[in-house]
């Protein structure tokens, strides 16, 4: 499978770090294609947990990683990841595109406001200045690394912001441009054609895998709209964000947690309140990489899921976290919502109104240490009777096989299927 794309399935923060770096070992390249430094991925190697906001994951088990136009580039954060990977790994090799749109202090100033301006319809942004960016994007005023390096523009540029913004944030030119150059110049020698490298690799019989960030519910044309993200999270992204045609993803995998999170506002129809909800946040660490806030809890929504899988075109699904779901004497899944047939609902104001319908099952017992030596050992057999009729239930459901299923925090504590 020399073209994985690795597609979160649902709200975010479903496991694509570790899926990634799973999926990636043996491969050439990772490729990160889309988002920002709005995304943590987290990574556990042995006993040590890293967590990226702008490398991809795979780049643990690749050590070779791009980063596509189609990302919002935060270069201190870039050079953060690098670092904190380097020292772990050694020499990690990036090439970043120059057709990549810099997130400036101004904009994480402007998410700031813009937020505030919301009041009671607050989105609950990361704050990362991602949503500023993409309004310059598509605006036509952004500010490219290819602009950075070519000075006449990047002082036009910034001209025309602190006219457009200045009675909201103050635009201190002279600040922003040393910032930028500075961070640019050392960015200098790892720019290339992105492209051109995905091309070379697969043409040699290479693996790339590329790895998305956020999930598909914060797609901003197919996510649960306006509590999205602001950027394109979908399948097809892999292709548009890394520079390449559709032809080169070979394979779509599509990560689901067993249960399901979100951060942030937006409607969330299989959400839990109380000690359930509470117990699954503590035994799974449900707390943004990025933000540290906690995450909302949720039994698995498969018609959510089936949405997700159609809309992604799914091979196959990597199932992360049944070891957290482990140890409750019932575990429920949504199988539909009451009155809602065909489509999935296409608007926030019927997401909210939905009512879940569930199906109720037994639980297995705790997956711990010894117990994921045993599954790491002997496979998919070995996993107990009612975690596996969980695992084909959602098979059955949703006409797509569960390939993959995550057994603990490590990237090996997986097993397949």
């Given amino acids: ?83 904190r990977l380097e020292k772990v790994l050694g020499r990690v090799e990036v090439t970043i595109s120059p057709r990549a749109h810099l997130v400036t202090p101004l904009q994480k ?27 310059h994007k598509y605006g036509r005023l952004g500010l490219r690394l290819c602009d950075v390096l070519e000075p006449e523009l990047l002082s036009s540029i910034l001209d025309v912001w602190a006219r457009l913004w200045g009675d909201l944030v103050k635009v201190e030119e002279e600040d922003v441009l040393a910032v930028i150059r500075g961070l640019a110049e050392r960015a200098r020698p790892l720019v290339g054609d992105v492209s051109k490298l995905i091309r070379a690799q697969l043409e040699t019989g290479g693996t790339v895998v590329f790895e998305g960030a956020q999930g598909t519910m914060l797609d901003i044309d197919y996510g649960t709209y306006p509590f999205v993200t602001s950027s394109h999270t979908v399948s097809p992204a892999a292709a548009l964000g890394s520079g390449v045609g559709l032809r080169s993803i070979d394979r779509v995998i599509g990560v689901s947690k067993a249960y399901t999170t979100r951060v942030g506002s937006g409607p969330f129809p299989t959400e839990l309140k109380g000690e359930v909800a509470d117990a699954l946040r503590e035994r799974g660490g449900e707390y943004g990489a990025t933000t540290g806030r906690p995450r909302r809890i949720g039994w698995l929504d498969l018609p959510q899921l089936r949405y997700a899988c159609q809309l992604n075109d799914v091979d196959a699904i990597f199932l992360t976290r049944i070891d957290t779901l482990s140890g409750q004497s019932r575990v429920s899944i949504c199988k539909d919502y009451e009155g809602v ?77």
């Fill in 109 to 135: 100033k402007l998410d700031a406001k813009l937020e505030e301006a919301r009041g009671g319809a607050a989105i609950g942004t990361t704050m990362r200045g991602i949503g500023p960016t993409a309004i």
């Fill in 1 to 83: 499978m020399p073209g994985v794309a690795v597609i979160g399935l649902q709200w975010g923060d479903e496991g694509k770090g570790k899926a990634s770096a799973y999926l990636a070992r043996g491969a050439s390249l990772a490729v990160r294609f889309n988002g920002g430094a709005n995304a943590g991925h987290t990574v556990t190697l042995d006993d040590r947990s890293l967590s990226l906001h702008m490398l991809p994951a795979a780049s643990v088990s690749t050590r070779k990683a791009a980063i596509g136009p189609g990302v919002y580039l935060d270069l201190e954060e870039l050079f953060r990841d690098l670092e």
């Fill in 341 to 417: 047939e065909g489509f999935y609902p296409e608007t926030v104001q019927r997401l909210w109104k939905v009512r879940p319908r569930f199906v109720e099952l037994e639980g297995w017992p705790l997956i711990e240490e010894d117990e994921r030596r045993v599954l790491r050992r002997e496979g998919y057999g070995a996993l107990h009777g009612n975690a596996r009729r969980f695992v084909e239930l959602i098979e059955d459901e949703l006409g797509a096989p569960v390939k993959y299923i995550g057994i603990g925090p490590r990237v090996d504590d997986v097993i397949e299927k």
